[in-house]
């Protein structure tokens, strides 16, 4: 037993070590992933037998207005998410100085980022909340009335985007710092040398030594956009109405609360489609720096 | 804009700058100041309206400790670690194992196990969502620590894995080469030489594991539902429906949930942003 | 039997052949200096040995025992890495001792076996640090300590001393070659500097382009080069080698045909095939041409520029038609070893002199035409020092 497994420990103790990560991760992960795709061809409760439908859960979905709601403001937290690598970078660049004291500056600023999102939910209702609310106190000293934002159908997404956009603003902000920390000091010096300063040495000598951490900052924020599912569900339950529901949310709701599996899967389902995308783009960008190529 | 370093013979203007950069951190920090202003107040502050004025004494002690004796927090503050701490030491484990084989062997198919660690680590929770429950329901343990444990071991893995296998791969070549030249097998070579040049980097993976899974609400819900094993996230979730009124309650709560990976994260911050930018900035 | 064999090693990336069938044996503990320029493929070749790289051809035999699908630990070898490859995590002592203790030898044993290699390196008194703490002469003895421990028929060295800076690097050679005596063991020592292949070796493998071009003792391949490759890679400053044209032949000589230079004859091989009108190309090494007006044939020139390392100078001359290719410093200048005392300026107009004995003639293949030379001559290999 002993010499056996000496001479094939070549291959043998690599497979041993492998074998539990992939294990679990293909079975609660990927499998799942799968499954999900084949139970949204089904109609089902979750508890009795499943019945095969074919594309009915689609066909239904096309026609669901909710549907619709739920995709615009996905798309909505996806434009408004872009804004979070530029104004990452703007702190970034703001507290990039050697200074003392400025650590603990920065510190600070990350700490949207450390906390969960059901507590920056929490955080911003309270901020937005019309009666005693801070953003109700800066409208009151305008002498103005407070919209009540979450309970507007036409304002709530927006309100909730922002509470998003405050962890996410933060993450950018940590690479983009990790970046500038890792900038070539001597090709910022030669371009002061040549007379660049402010936007243009922004622009043509930090900038293009940013692209790695660029990619990474615009992945990560179009993750987070498309993932939004804590923030709604504190903030609003994806109300009033289901105005400011993602197709995250509304999938949770549909099988969790309705009991309409089937349907949900199939929203899931399309969740999936405009994640895969991203995701391939992503695993080629990703694999062509590994090979070396980028 | 990107501006020069501010000197040391350059007294005012660092003053300046210092004054500029408060404000605008004063200004970032303001709604959670304001939820740190709320959970020190009397709960009659409250209900007279005086939210934003001079507190009319501080209940600081007194809003804090009846976040544990008013409502469940205390008990879901354990049930968190109970959940929170297995999973992390159980994806560091499969972590390191996976990481090594992956940066350190050569065969047919590394780049896809690795890819679909990675590219699986991006899905949305949600199409893998009923299949888990599912799953949880069927081996018996939904509704109990272990369903949480088993999926954020299960999913935690995939990043935790490209964590561990870059950093792996920027070790020196030689140092594996000298333990397979003096003999060493690969478990080892896993145990003598691995485990202690990785211990860096298992300490900044465990602070973002901890944070990770310290923070997860949406597994929270769909696996665990009922009080008795319910972490802190689903728990303030709840708390804000329930006590609606008690913003002093609510804002301590928040507070003492955010405390734990706010505490690591200021004691190990070093760790927590290499970890973080990990990958980010290399290449 | 021997006790260390390569026998027809083939190395392969994709289409590119790294090593070509390469072959080699040792019957008495030699220690043998792979040597070439960089990429010839002598790393691959060391890694093939030590069981790091497949080969996908050949077999490496070890005291008899064909070890080719062996792993690196049970091949009976040692191995010195370039960047000695420590543990930092561990002491000096767990470092030199971590071989047997992976093979679960008692304790007892491997302290034994530790502080009897570190008394030969003389670090005994490291052996609690850490190799942070260690400065890096220090560090190459704890890898070479670490090899030793093993007591291993074969020792391996990748490059050991290249981290190294010029005073220290002499005296670890010094050391090496003083273990190498004191060990009963082979060693097969990679490297691509010819100062060590020369003076450590006791066979030298020239190696170029994943092929071996020469092997033999280092005089051997200083003063009988097989071809213009070897003789051109052994020595500093490098040969001069001048194109010319064979002007006639005869059974023991044959006549040179360059501009500038006339009436040179010189001594052929039997076997050389020569023909009157081929080109070749005369090799002259720097210490074999004269300044002080001797010699049978002479040359004019002009000193373009000369250096002064210390115990010799080496001046650049322009000696008009007669033109250097691929020469040192890039003109077509000869280069010229002088003693000290023969003091050259530049500018300074001088006579070049050399002996047609001195001359190496390749063909346009590249091989030797001239004949053998005796081992004792002029051109004793410790000049290659520099």
């Not at chain 1, 660029?214 to 994806?238: Q, Y």
């Not at chain 2, 594991?209 to 597994?219: E, G, P, R, S």
């Not at chain 3, 050991?160 to 060990?183: F, K, Q, V, W």
Request: aromatic share 10%.
């Amino acid at each position: 037993m002993h010499s056996l497994l000496h001479r094939h420990r070549g291959w043998l103790w690599p497979t041993l070590f492998l074998a539990p990560g992939v294990i679990l991760f293909w079975v609660v992960i990927v499998a799942s992933s799968a499954e999900s795709l084949r139970i949204s061809f089904f109609q089902w409760d979750g508890l009795g037998d499943m019945s095969w439908v074919g594309v009915d859960n689609y066909i239904a979905l096309f026609h669901d207005p909710q549907f619709y709601t739920s995709l615009k403001n996905n798309i909505i937290w996806l434009v408004l998410f872009m804004a979070a690598p530029p104004l990452g970078l703007a702190i970034a660049l703001l507290v990039n100085q050697q200074l003392r004291g400025l650590r603990l500056v920065k510190t600070l600023f990350f700490m949207p980022l450390v906390m969960s999102q059901v507590a920056v939910g929490v955080v911003f209702t309270w901020f937005y909340d019309p009666a005693n609310g801070l953003l109700a106190l800066v409208f009151r000293a305008m002498n103005a009335t407070a919209p009540a934002l979450l309970s507007d159908p036409q304002w709530v997404t927006v309100a909730v985007v922002i509470a998003g956009l405050w962890p996410q603003v933060s993450f950018c902000m940590i690479l983009f710092m990790a970046g500038l920390n890792n900038l070539d000091d001597s090709q910022i010096e030669a371009a002061r040398v040549d007379g660049a300063r402010g936007f243009r040495m922004l622009y043509h000598v930090v900038l293009p030594q940013l692209r790695q951490v660029n990619f990474i900052a615009i992945a990560i924020t179009v993750i987070g956009a498309l993932r939004s599912f804590d923030m709604v569900s504190v903030m609003t339950g994806g109300g009033p109405f289901g105005s400011s529901s993602v197709l995250a949310y509304q999938m949770y709701e549909e099988s969790i609360q309705s009991y309409r599996f089937g349907y949900g899967a199939a929203i899931a389902a399309v969740l999936f489609v405009i994640m895969a995308l991203f995701i391939a783009w992503y695993l080629y960008r990703m694999l062509r720096i590994e090979r070396g190529t980028a | 804009m990107y501006p020069r370093q501010i000197g040391a013979g350059e007294p005012v203007k660092k003053a300046l700058y210092l004054t500029a950069v408060t404000v605008v951190l004063l200004l970032w920090l303001l709604p959670l100041l304001a939820v740190l202003m709320t959970s020190i107040r009397p709960g009659s502050d409250i209900m007279m309206g005086n939210y934003w004025g001079w507190p009319s004494s501080f209940e600081l002690v007194e809003n804090y400790l009846g976040v544990f004796t008013q409502t469940p927090m205390g008990h879901y503050f354990f049930n968190s670690l109970v959940i929170t701490i297995p999973s992390v030491l159980g994806v560091l484990c499969l972590s390191t194992l996976t990481g090594y084989v992956l940066s350190r062997y050569r065969f047919r198919g590394n780049i896809l196990l690795f890819a679909v660690f990675v590219g699986g680590n991006f899905l949305p929770f949600q199409i893998m969502m009923i299949p888990v429950r599912n799953l949880t329901l069927a081996l018996g343990i939904y509704n109990t620590y272990l369903a949480l444990i088993v999926f954020h071991v299960a999913f935690q893995t995939g990043f935790a894995t490209l964590f561990m296998r870059n950093f792996i791969a920027a070790l020196p070549d030689e140092l594996f080469e000298a333990a397979r030249a003096e003999g060493a097998s690969p478990l080892q070579t896993l145990i003598h030489v691995v485990v202690p040049l990785v211990r860096p980097a298992l300490a900044a993976l465990a602070i973002l594991l901890f944070t990770f899974i310290w923070n997860d609400y949406f597994w929270a819900v769909v696996l665990s539902p009922s009080d008795s094993v319910k972490p802190v996230t689903a728990g303030l979730a709840n708390l804000m429906g329930q006590y609606a009124a008690s913003w002093d309650l609510v804002s301590a709560a928040t507070i003492v949930i955010s405390l734990p990976p706010v505490a690591l994260f200021f004691f190990m911050q070093r760790h927590f942003v290499r970890g973080l930018t990990m990958g980010a900035v290399k290449g | 039997m021997n006790d260390f064999e390569l026998d027809r090693i083939v190395k392969r990336y994709g289409q590119r052949t790294t090593l070509d069938k390469i072959s080699l044996a040792t019957t008495e503990k030699e220690f043998i200096v792979v040597v070439g320029p960089s990429g010839c493929g002598k790393s691959t070749l060391l890694k093939i040995i030590a069981g790091l790289e497949p080969a996908d051809a050949g077999r490496v035999l070890i005291d008899g025992r064909d070890v080719t699908r062996l792993e690196p630990g049970d091949r009976d070898i040692a191995m010195v890495f370039q960047s000695y490859a420590l543990y930092p995590h561990m002491t000096v002592a767990e470092n030199m001792g971590f071989g047997l203790r992976m093979a679960g030898r008692p304790k007892a044993e491997i302290r034994e076996a530790v502080e009897n290699a570190a008394s030969i390196l003389q670090i005994s008194d490291y052996l609690d640090m850490r190799p942070k703490q260690l400065s890096g002469g220090q560090r190459q003895r704890v890898a070479i300590g670490r090899a030793i421990t093993r007591s291993p028929s074969v020792f391996l060295f990748d490059e050991p001393l290249s981290n190294l800076d010029a005073a220290l690097r002499t005296r670890m050679r010094i050391e090496i070659g003083m273990l190498y005596r004191r060990l009963d063991a082979t060693m097969i020592y990679v490297t691509h500097d010819q100062v060590e292949a020369m003076t450590m070796a006791t066979r030298i493998v020239l190696m170029n382009q994943g092929g071996i071009e020469q092997i033999g003792v280092p005089s051997e391949l200083y003063v009988n080069p097989v071809n213009r490759f070897v003789a051109g890679f052994l020595g500093s400053p490098r040969m001069n080698f001048m194109t010319a044209r064979v002007a006639d032949v005869d059974d023991e000589s044959f006549g040179v045909s360059l501009e500038g230079l006339e009436g040179v004859r010189v001594a052929r091989r039997p076997e050389a095939r020569l023909v009157t009108g081929d080109e070749i190309t005369l090799g002259l090494r720097p210490e074999d041409i004269r300044t002080d007006g001797g010699g049978e044939h002479r040359l004019a020139g002009q000193v373009s520029l000369v250096e002064e390392p210390g115990r010799e100078s080496i001046a650049y001359i322009d000696a008009g038609a007669v033109r250097a290719s691929e020469s040192e410093d890039g003109l077509g200048h000869l280069t010229v070893q002088a003693d000290r005392r023969t003091p050259m300026r530049r500018d300074d107009s001088v006579t070049l002199g050399f002996d047609s004995d001195a001359l190496y003639v390749f063909d346009a293949a590249g091989n030797t035409m001239t004949p053998r030379r005796p081992l004792d001559t002029p051109s004793a290999p410790n000049k290659a020092e520099s």
